[in-house]
């Protein structure tokens, strides 16, 4: 069984920082893309950021120049630096993972259960 455990979230204060954690665990073959997607209260799910397993990065428009997202392939983590914190950024962050487990040919979704980041200004 393969599971995401995110961690990190938390209260803080605007402009401050939070580091978001996500480790993928359990019957894994292999890895393929990472990321990180949140969702505000009332909001659908975005895409926060996402890294491939070659290292090619995305970032959504309203967190590029604050957030950095970085993975260690060889321990199965992906993690995200989020500083100059603003309120807008309040929301549950999930962390995703497209994974091959051992007992399968093809990759698919995987979502850990969220943390929550609040932001207060």
């Known amino acids: 069984q393969v599971q995401l455990v995110e961690s990190g979230g938390g209260l803080v204060q605007a402009g401050g920082s939070l580091r978001l954690s996500c480790a993928a665990s359990?019957?894994?073959?292999?890895?393929?893309?990472m990321g990180w997607y949140r969702q505000a209260p009332g909001q659908q799910r975005e895409l926060v950021a996402t890294?491939?397993?070659?290292?090619?990065?995305n970032y959504a428009d309203s967190v590029k120049g604050r957030f950095t997202i970085s993975r260690d392939i060889a321990e199965n983590t992906v993690s995200m630096q989020m500083n100059s914190l603003k309120s807008e950024d309040t929301a549950v962050y999930y962390c995703?993972?497209?994974?091959?487990?051992?007992?399968?040919?093809?990759?698919?979704?995987?979502w850990g259960k969220g943390t929550l980041v609040t932001v207060s200004s």
């Open positions: 890294i491939t397993r070659g290292g090619s990065i």
């Open positions: 995703n993972a497209q994974i091959r487990p051992r007992d399968s040919i093809i990759y698919r979704d995987y």
């Open positions: 359990g019957t894994i073959f292999s890895v393929s893309g």
